[in-house]
């Protein structure tokens, strides 16, 4: 009768050996990695292997959107993936800029930053970091109205009708302004 030995350095056996026939029973850990690993024994002079795939590779955030009224600097979100698993960040637009862990493997803290806006319209852009989608919100500039009295000529008016106008710049397009008149008199 030969008598055999069974081990491994990463797989449960048992028995660890035997006379003659016998049944060795393999246990295979969890793998909760990202990646497969293959696992090996070795078995009466044979090595046979198992390969255990891992876990599927999902990406969740600590947020899924952000709102700014101005420019900021130093924001971050976290991006959470099981060990082992990678991810990568899709850029935005050219006003959002990521600053750190754009990419990386396993749970990371991605930092970016926001320009100004420096017109009076909102806008928004996203992010793709490891396939979900991080909306960023951004609100324009406040609307002003700014009034040049150079068209109305010289003041004070004297008795006999005149015309004289005001240029009003808005700040932006999107910006309203209204004219009324507080004397019957002017309009």
């Given at each position: 009768?030969?008598?055999?030995t ?53 990406v ?67 992010l ?60």
């Amino acid at each position: 009768l030969c008598d055999w030995t069974a081990s491994s350095a990463t797989l449960g056996v048992s028995p660890a050996g035997g006379t003659g026939n016998g049944t060795v029973n393999i246990t295979v850990p969890p793998n909760l990695a990202g990646t497969s690993v293959l696992h090996t024994a070795t078995i009466g002079g044979h090595t046979p292997t198992v390969n255990r795939t891992g876990v599927n590779c999902t990406v969740s955030l600590s947020a899924y959107s952000k709102d700014f009224s101005d420019a900021s600097s130093g924001w971050q979100v976290d991006v959470m993936t099981p060990p082992g698993c990678p991810y990568s960040t899709v850029p935005g637009p050219s006003w959002i800029h990521v600053m750190s862990n754009g990419s990386g493997v396993g749970n990371q803290t991605l930092t970016y930053t926001v320009d100004q806006n420096s017109t009076t319209v909102s806008r928004s852009g996203t992010l793709t970091i490891g396939g979900q989608p991080y909306q960023i919100n951004q609100d324009g500039l406040a609307c002003s109205v700014t009034l040049n009295l150079a068209g109305l000529g010289s003041l004070p008016y004297g008795p006999a009708a005149t015309v004289g106008s005001i240029s009003v710049d808005a700040l932006g397009p999107n910006c309203s302004w209204r004219a009324s008149g507080r004397a019957a008199w002017a309009t």
